[in-house]
């Protein structure tokens, strides 16, 4: 038996996203998330009985949730594990995901504030997100030759995912070529300020239940076939080397971090990458795409720049990628609510209901987040047929 | 770096001001904090399995031993891994700056930034030096120079 067989995705939804959502703060975000995600699952705030996310204990509190089985997974993905191990062992039957953030960040005169590590050993040097991400990259480029061209076409297939979507924060603002990509200023080399995510505000929710407490669902059910987590250590504290490996000599490298958690993803589901139809692949960094199709099978090790090529991750190509613009055209609001909507717009794709970029007869979607930059990536398996 | 993004200032990679903030020394990291202030590289051995850990543990992270001893390390390594930052993390850092990741010759890798050279001259596998710049507080703060 399939552990999440009675576990569907009920609800999602996604509230308006903004670079600034004026008057709006991380809760009344958080709330209209959740709200929108119950009714998008035909239920009321009356049949939770579990929550998870950052803001869960005010969420409680402030929608009188209460008594309920609360946690606090903040990260997208394993937010999402938890809740469907929890209804899975039956120990609780309608779980809200939920994330908002609004008001935080409105340090405007640096980048990324809440990436700036506050560590002794990478402070002192200006690392923020980019940089990290741009380690990885670099060393990447040097192994496999892999070029600005590749992962500046990585970038133009997202932000015109982007362009195209009515609710994309940058809808409207392409089309992008790979030129335009590379004529963008560089941030830090080798990324250009086009093939690195946004700073935006936004939120989302998600509701997982028991498959018999939706039986009128008003939309096709979603079903979780697999999913895992892998961790190498804390975001922005230690160099984040290609080859930083716990203490196995042998084990997955940073460099693949992810790898294991597709692979037990997949033998969950019984499936392999061919079985998938679209990859909702996190996007913090143009290269990060082609590092997660190696790390995650769908190509061999050093394979990922020339597999990005020639339509394969573009519209009607085999492996679409990021379908709504992703963190650097939909939304980025902060450090949750972007890792939770690569499963929202998987649960899209295989309800069928996307309005842009939709990939026909889609049965299964990866989605994932994270990436080496910050140590973590995690893989989650959606379905359209009961596991 | 194409050089129609390239801005026209200069592309030097020097040490940043002493006014950056400076670094924030745990009880186990201040043996670290102190060599440097001596113009001293020191790294970490493991007694047990002779891994060279770097930066400062608490235990072995390959064996799990407790016995680690401070080495000096001679500061010469290469480049492993390099980035260019164009635009500034905070309005403290001059651009550009070059974070890099080194493989010190003693067996360990560590953060820093490259210094001493045009941005052009950066590549994985350059040989490098240590050389300490100040920052406030009396902390002094390595750097890699192309050796």
Not at chain 1, 72 to 98: F, H, K, R
Request: hydrophobic share 40%; proline share 7%.
């Amino acid at each position: 038996m399939h552990p999440f067989r009675d576990v569907v995705v009920a609800g999602v939804h996604n509230p308006r996203q903004a670079r600034v959502l004026e008057g709006e703060t991380s809760l009344s975000v958080a709330i209209d998330a959740t709200l929108g995600a119950l009714a998008d699952a035909g239920l009321d705030v009356r049949d939770v009985d579990g929550i998870t996310g950052s803001l869960s204990s005010d969420l409680t509190y402030e929608l009188g949730l209460g008594p309920v089985w609360q946690s606090a997974s903040a990260l997208g993905i394993p937010a999402v594990m938890e809740a469907a191990a929890q209804i899975a062992t039956g120990l609780s039957d309608v779980v809200v995901v939920a994330a908002g953030q609004a008001g935080v960040y409105t340090e405007r005169a640096s980048t990324a504030p809440w990436t700036r590590p506050n560590h002794e050993f990478v402070a002192p040097y200006g690392m923020f997100t980019a940089a990290e991400f741009a380690l990885i990259a670099r060393r990447h480029m040097h192994m496999y030759g892999t070029t600005a061209e590749q992962m500046a076409t990585v970038a133009a297939t997202v932000r015109n995912n982007g362009h195209v979507h009515p609710d994309a924060i940058y809808a409207g603002r392409g089309p992008f070529t790979v030129d335009d990509i590379l004529a963008s200023r560089m941030v830090a080399d080798p990324f250009h300020l086009l093939e690195c995510a946004m700073t935006s505000e936004g939120g989302c929710a998600i509701v997982l239940a028991r498959a018999d407490r939706v039986p009128d669902l008003p939309h096709a059910p979603v079903w979780i076939l697999g999913g895992s987590t892998d961790r190498i250590g804390p975001s922005y504290r230690h160099a984040p080397a290609w080859d930083l490996r716990g203490r196995d000599p042998d084990g997955i490298p940073n460099g693949y971090v992810g790898r294991r958690a597709a692979r037990r993803a997949f033998a969950t589901a019984g499936l392999g990458p061919d079985d998938v139809d679209v990859c909702e692949l996190y996007d913090p960094f143009s290269f990060e795409i082609i590092r997660q199709f190696e790390a995650f099978g769908f190509c061999g090790e050093g394979e990922g720049g020339p597999f990005v090529m020639d339509g394969t991750i573009g519209p009607g190509g085999r492996f679409p990628i990021t379908t709504d613009g992703g963190l650097m055209a939909f939304s980025h609001g902060g450090q949750t609510s972007q890792l939770l909507q690569r499963v929202i717009r998987g649960v899209q794709q295989l309800r069928g209901t996307c309005t842009t970029m939709q990939v026909e007869g889609a049965e299964v979607a990866l989605c994932s987040g994270g990436g080496a930059g910050a140590l973590f990536n995690d893989v989650l398996l959606l379905g359209r047929e009961r596991p | 770096m194409s050089p129609e993004s390239a801005p026209t200032g200069d592309d030097r990679l020097v040490p940043q001001p002493a006014t950056i903030p400076p670094p924030t020394p745990s009880s186990h990291s201040a043996p670290y904090w102190e060599a440097a202030a001596r113009h001293e590289l020191v790294y970490q051995r493991c007694d047990a399995c002779k891994r060279a850990e770097f930066d400062p543990a608490v235990v072995c992270r390959r064996c799990g031993a407790r016995a680690l001893t401070w080495a000096r390390s001679a500061g010469l390594g290469t480049v492993y891994s390099w980035t260019v930052v164009w635009r500034p993390q905070q309005p403290s850092f001059v651009v550009p700056y070059a974070p890099a990741i080194i493989d010190l010759d003693e067996g360990y890798q560590m953060l820093a930034a490259v210094i001493g050279c045009r941005v052009a001259d950066l590549a994985v596998g350059l040989r490098v030096a240590v050389e300490f710049h100040p920052v406030a507080d009396g902390f002094a703060l390595p750097y890699f120079r192309p050796a």
